[in-house]
C-alpha cells in the first residue's frame, strides 16, 4: 500500500516562502506521477501542481503559477513544493497525491493515493 506523508506546512507571513516535502513509501516511487492538491474551508480541492514520474514535466494552477515549483528526487522518494510570494488566499491543508504512471499529471482524476494534509496559514 502506497503512504504518503506531508511536512513542511505552518504559519507563514505574506510574501513569504514555504517548501512543502511529501515522502513516499510501500511503492516504486518513480512508477507514479504527482501532485499537489488543497483545501480551503468551503471550497473544493484544488490541484495546485503536478509533475510527471522523472520531472520533465510539470503543471500548475493559474493561482500559483510563477510563484511555485514543484520537483521530485526519485533517490530520496520526495516530491516538494516550494512557493514564494505567498498570500493570504493560499491558506488551505495541503495534500500529496499519488497516480499511475503514464496517467495526465494535470487532471485531478489521475490521482488514486493522499496524504493526510498539512496545514499551511498564511498572515497579512
Known amino acids: 500500500q502506497v503512504q504518503l506523508v506531508e511536512s513542511g506546512g505552518g504559519l507563514v507571513q505574506a510574501g513569504g516562502s514555504l517548501r512543502l516535502s511529501c515522502a513516499v513509501s510501500?511503492?516504486?516511487?518513480?512508477?507514479?506521477?504527482m501532485g499537489w492538491f488543497r483545501q480551503a474551508p468551503g471550497k473544493e480541492r484544488e490541484l495546485v501542481a503536478g509533475i510527471n514520474w522523472n520531472g520533465g514535466g510539470t503543471s500548475y494552477a493559474d493561482s500559483v503559477k510563477g510563484r511555485s515549483t514543484i520537483s521530485r528526487d526519485n533517490a530520496k522518494n520526495t516530491v516538494y513544493l516550494q512557493m514564494n510570494n505567498v498570500k493570504p488566499e493560499d491558506t488551505a491543508v495541503y495534500y500529496c497525491?499519488?497516480?499511475?504512471?503514464?496517467?495526465?499529471?494535470?487532471?485531478?482524476?489521475?490521482?488514486?493515493?493522499w496524504g493526510q494534509g498539512t496545514q499551511v496559514t498564511v498572515s497579512s
Open positions: 497525491a499519488a497516480g499511475e504512471r503514464g496517467n495526465p499529471f494535470w487532471s485531478h482524476s489521475t490521482y488514486r493515493y
Open positions: 510501500g511503492g516504486t516511487f518513480s512508477m507514479y506521477v
